[in-house]
């Protein structure tokens, strides 16, 4: 078990939610609009950056309320250690900065990554193949943080060079080459990290794929194709050489930045993007399925799932449900109605859902 106690006030169309007696795994139930993704939501906001959704922070605020929220919950860590209280709130006079607090001291929110690997498959995402490369990009870099939290780190790094060295290159008076070679030499050390750690995911998620040979999930292949070289001297060399196109772009055009995930149907040998919306669904569980098997230890795990259970057919539910109980993570999951949820409803902790009120069942 990962977290419990955990406390939602004035998020969405919560105005005080209380969840208390969590299991390994938990149902939401009820209607369209409940409030059921919005529980999902502010569970993933225990983890760096914006959430499943990635909405502005005073969206999220409850209307008719204070102008702010607070989420707080107790973590179980993965190693058995003491539990650790966990929150992150806005305040009303400062809607746009959120605040973090772990273990009742004032933290970053990258600094929530190294308590709590937190995961999320919703349907906004079913369309990830067709979208663009940047949504990919970021569905990678959340899987890369759920196993390697120094990865944020990295990430943020190389995008604030990035936004610098953009912006120099898009001013009408020439940029001082010093300056640009400085960014250049950040953006090409914290970028060849960057482009290891997603290497390094790819091969062991393909790894793991490979060894599945009894499951109803079609088999993904993954592979990145990067835009310039990665590591570290030759990136920095094609920095400095691509600048007169750059500047005639007004930003930087090869890095890591710009590397895509391309993902085939392994079976036929066809692009994920061309399979149907019925195997890009399930390829995308596979992945995330793969994930959870690959995890780093030490860190406890949270999988969350919207609606994911009701568009599979009976085989695919039962396997999903296997290989989640063996991935050993906490997962919380949504639906509409129990029955989907049948094989695992001896061991579910479950809650009714209706209009921002939850009742335990």
């Known amino acids: ?67 702010g929220f607070a989420i707080g919950a107790r973590l179980h860590p993965a190693d058995g250690a003491e539990p650790v209280p966990l929150g992150t709130m806005i305040d009303p006079a400062q809607p746009t900065r959120r605040r973090v607090r772990v273990n009742g001291a004032e933290a970053s929110a990258l600094g929530l990554s190294e308590w709590l690997s937190v995961r999320w498959l919703t349907p906004a995402m079913d369309g990830l193949f067709t979208d663009s490369a940047g949504a990919r990009r970021r569905f990678l870099d959340r899987l890369v943080l759920a196993i390697s939290p120094a990865h944020a780190t990295l990430s943020n790094r190389y995008e604030t060079a990035l936004r610098n060295r953009n912006r120099l290159l898009a001013d009408e008076v020439e940029p001082d ?127 969350l799932m919207d609606e994911v259970a009701a568009h599979l057919d009976p085989d695919r539910r039962a396997a999903l449900f296997a290989r989640l109980a063996a991935n050993g993570e906490q997962v919380w999951m949504t639906g509409t109605e129990r029955a989907p949820f049948d094989a695992i409803l001896p061991q579910a902790a479950i809650w009714d859902v209706s209009g921002g009120a939850l009742q335990r069942l």
């Open 1 to 67: 078990m990962a977290l419990d106690r955990i406390s939602i006030t004035d998020f969405r169309n919560h105005a005080a939610t209380a969840l208390d007696d969590t299991a390994r795994f938990n149902l939401l139930v009820g209607a369209n609009g409940a409030g059921k993704t919005n529980v999902l939501e502010a569970l993933s906001l225990l983890a760096p950056g914006r959430g499943l959704r990635r909405a502005r922070l005073p969206d999220m605020a409850r209307i008719g309320g204070p102008g």
């Open 177 to 303: 080459p010093r300056w640009l070679d400085a960014l250049e030499a950040q953006l090409a050390e914290h970028g060849a990290q960057l482009a290891a750690n997603r290497r390094l995911l790819v091969e062991r998620l393909n790894a793991a794929l490979l060894a599945e040979t009894d499951t109803p999930f079609p088999r993904p292949s993954l592979a990145l194709e990067p835009v310039g070289p990665e590591e570290q001297e030759p990136l920095a060399r094609a920095l400095r050489d691509n600048r007169p196109t750059d500047r005639r772009a007004g930003r930087t055009l090869i890095g890591p930045h710009r590397v895509e995930l391309a993902v085939t149907l392994a079976d036929k040998g066809v692009p994920a993007a061309t399979a149907s919306t019925g195997e890009q669904k399930a390829m995308l569980i596979a992945i995330v399925l793969a994930h959870g098997a690959i995890a780093a230890k030490g860190r406890a795990g949270v999988l």
